[in-house]
């Protein structure tokens, strides 16, 4: 549809729908009218792109988690059509900011789920055959509020005002059964809608919902509780996402929502199967590749078999052969909390069926491990099934064709010694493909006027399909009035982060300051408790005198905790303790501020990151699979304050690292230390180290009588227990990290060499695109080509 025709259909929607005009329409209506225009604008051309997936070979991406964000304004972007609907706005008095309001779509923790969103993205804008599975959760990630400086936790209702993006399909609704119920999958589809391109993906979300709508014999007795609880125990399954980013906690709602669409989605793919290759699976794995995005979906193999078998009546090693060609599997992490295990019992009693067949495939599994020669212990600790204990990532490497890990580094690892036993005997189903992250939001969308200038010094907009372009703009580094303006466009969005910050938080911070930010999900391997330790030194040496000339720097921060994870909840009691602290001091006045930003999402998250300086990135070498935050603030320019660890290792390769700050113990130094590591001898030698955990004990800083400060400081001191210190590994990093900011602050004062730093980063994140992670998916495990 031409793009005119789509702004008359916005007037008559508000017309038709709300009685209204653009000039005295509510914010929520100009958004559902915006999109639903949109919606009828793009229905031909996203229906056109469906058959044309489905008629090649294409592949599916299964996510428990897609983290969409915000999806008016990037759809726009997309479609070209952020102009004409902005004056469209305009002309009425209006004006796109009124978009701000919009709830962002959080259908995700972190990491995992917003690179499930940027792979839809960039396969849309390749034009390559991938479309979406998943949940669709009522209520999203929660929403963060800091009252007293604690988290507290609301729920994400992000349906309120409506969802204009998205499509339900009854049509297309299918049953899912367990022991103790059977429900109903309703689907609900959102277009990914390619960058310039008339390719449209699909993401198909599943909600749940009861057989039947309404028990009346139960409601016409009278028991109107009993007749509502069916309809509740069907919804529960789809009600909300689990709010734990890299751990894993094993209840049986968890279970059934994986289950969920699972199944739903094998039956949804086998019925457009089936349209037109009937009852002969002999083309099915020639037609489809699935990804598994880590071990969330893994059930998803047997339940093929069982769709395969029960459903369509192959035989057992036939569905078994389909699933290694159809199946490959990521893997997100190496931390042991966050690999999903199943007791074998809880697993029984919800999907019998599918446990039976996990059971043979166990049997498959140890003929084939014998067949090799692994015998005794070694092939215990293979199996599947183990001490009544299902691991689904074991499940997940026999049954794929590939196994992939996200960086190089977090391949290795994978291979030499988390997956070592498996590399041994499947060397040629391992592949490493390193993260990336999708510039058109990342770059194009919430950075404007750093936009503008690549365009205008590379003569054209390549760039947002193409990265890589950016290397050619490497010889302005040696252009004053380029780094002026580079830095210029920098202070600008100070400001505009300065203002929004002031209007959300109430925290008042300095534009023309350094902006250090740490923004991340909070967790020990993370070490937001190392950055703030830093931090609380760097406070005492401004206030004693000892440091003077600090280049005055505002210390930023955004983190959500897992509502049940006491430590990480501490840590942002300690992060608000110490910025009220600073602010009470007058003696550093104006030379360091820290601010905790509440409920850092991807909305929050596109204004921090295109107004970042440093960019910290400071997790445990060998802990941090990958990391994508960082990726997207080096393309913004800035600079990465971090370990040799996950795709930091990748981004000082690209940049050269005289223009990042890398600092402290790498995988090779923690394994040597590890016997030997002794904090507690460190607290009581080193004076600083002492005096900033001391602070946490002694009454500097108060955590509101919860007594967390004191686990805090003893799980540094004493660690877990007396025989396993701080796995973490803060106090061995301390010192090289404190020198590291100060190295940071001292450079930072000549703006002109830190505007090449930034410039050489901005330049040189092409690899970092998921533009170029797709490719090699689409190349190497997928086998898909554009369409
Ligand atoms: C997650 O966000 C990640 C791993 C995991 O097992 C579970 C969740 Cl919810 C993250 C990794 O921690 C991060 O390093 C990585 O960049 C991201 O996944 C995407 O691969």
Known sequence: MPKKKMLEAVELYLKSEFQTTPAEATPDQLHTAVSRSLMAGIADRWHASAEKHQNTRHAYYFSAEFLMGRMIYNNLLCLGMTEEIGQLLEKNGASLDAFEEVEDCALGNGGLGRLAACFLDSAATLNLPLDGYGIRYKYGLFKQKIEGGFQKEEADDWTRYGDPWSLRREDEAVRVEFADQTIVAVPYDMPIIGYNTSNIGTLRLWQAEPVQAFDFNLFNAQQYDAAVAERNRAEDISRVLYPNDSTDDGKILRLKQQYFFCSASLQDIIRKYKKTYGNDFSHFAEMNAIQLNDTHPVISIPELIRLLTDGEGLSFDYALDICKQVFSYTNHTILAEALEKWSQHLMERTIPRVFHIIVMLDQYLGGELHQKGITGDKEYSMHILQHGTVHMAYMAIYCSRYINGVAQLHTEILKNDVLRDWYQIYPEKFQNKTNGITQRRWLALCNPELSDLLTRLLGNESWKTDLSQLKQLEKYVEDEKVMQELCEIKLHSHQKLAEFVQKKDGITIDPNTCFDVQIKRLHEYKRQFLNILAILELYYEIAEGSLTDFTPTTFIFGAKSAPGYARAKGIIKLINEVAALIDRDDRVRGKIKVAFLSNYNVSYAEKIIAAADVS????????EASGTGNMKLMAN???????????????????????????????????????????????????????????????????????????????IVYGASWHRPDQYFLLLDFERYLEAKKQVARDYKDQLVFAKKRWMNICNSGKFSSDRTIREYAKDIWHIEEV
Request: charged fraction near 25%; aromatic fraction near 6%; glycine fraction near 12%.
């Open 637 to 715: 320019g800035a600079v990465t304050l971090g370990t040799l660890d996950g795709a930091n290792i990748e981004i000082v390769e690209e940049a050269g690292s005289i223009n990042e700050y890398i600092f402290g113990a790498t995988v090779d130094e923690i394994r040597s230390v590890q016997e030997h590591y002794n904090p507690n001898g460190m607290y009581h030698n080193d004076y600083k180290i002492k005096r900033v955990l001391d602070a946490l004990v002694n009454g500097t800083l108060n955590d509101g009588g919860s007594g967390i400060f004191r686990e805090l400081h003893d799980s």
């Open 616 to 623: 910290e990135q400071i997790s445990t070498a060998g802990k």
